[in-house]
């Protein structure tokens, strides 16, 4: 999809940028979905949106998904002090009015942000973005992986990344447990194996383990099952926007694509 550099609104001195990398940069790495959002003690509506930070140099990236579409760029941290970098790239999508315009609203506060804070509560952590000239305020909880079963939409076949059949195959899944296993179904098998995850780095990688030893599947259920467990053995890293997961390789070849299974589905 093409891609279109947000107005020269978004530009920051960049004074702000220089130096060495900033003091508490590290307690926002992780992926964040939106849960309330404030201009002037007025609560906006909206149905969907993250944000995603990850160590990039001598700042940081932030990616995610604003409402309609998906978005990345840079920012910088040091304390409480937010910057974001030069413009944030976003898909081009279109959609409902009411999501354009809550998408619009999202971006001029995040590219805006002067003020950011991590809080605890509990096992429960939360983020919170500052926008002082438009008095707004952005709060986000921790997502994790492990908050929802993944279930498969594309994997790498050859050299392209092709669609999954959703009618002649059930689709292969993906659930993470706190104990550092994974599980699922692959295609024709169900199986279990261990996984390693960096938040920090957005690393993950699988050991592959046991699997049910059933050979009963239509023969395009088989090959995508070995597809499956071919491309997952190869994983590095993963990134999530809004409700999908992407699994890449080593050199940053897309192994695999979920999306969150429906709640009313577990």
Known sequence: MKKVILAAAFAFAAAIFAGCKAKGADLVFGDWNLIQYNIEGNAINFSKASVSFAAEGNGLK?????????????????????????????????????????????????????GVEVKSEGENQFLYIFNSAEKSEMVFARASLKDSEWVLTSILKGDGVVSVNV???????????????????????????????????????????????????????????????????????????????????????????????PADEK
């Not at 390693?196 to 395009?220: N, R, V, W, Y």
């Open 62 to 114: 932030v990616s995610g998904f604003s409402g309609v579409n998906s978005f990345s760029g840079s920012c910088k941290i040091d304390g409480r002090k937010f910057a974001a970098g030069d413009g944030f790239a976003t898909t081009r999508m279109a959609g409902r009015k009411e999501d354009m315009e809550f998408e619009r609203s999202f971006l001029n506060s995040l590219a805006g942000a002067d």
């Open 167 to 261: 009618e002649e195959n059930e689709l292969p899944t993906l659930k993470f447990t706190e104990e550092g296993k994974a599980a699922g179904f692959s295609g024709v098998n169900y199986y279990t194996m261990d996984y390693s995850i960096d938040e920090k780095g957005k690393k993950l990688s699988f050991t592959l383990g046991a699997s049910t030893l059933m050979a009963s599947g239509s023969k395009e259920a088989m090959e995508l099952e070995r597809l499956f467990f071919v491309n997952i053995d190869q994983a590095d890293s993963y990134s999530v926007s809004g409700e999908n997961l992407t699994i890449r390789s080593k050199d940053g070849k897309i192994l695999l694509q979920f999306v969150k299974k």
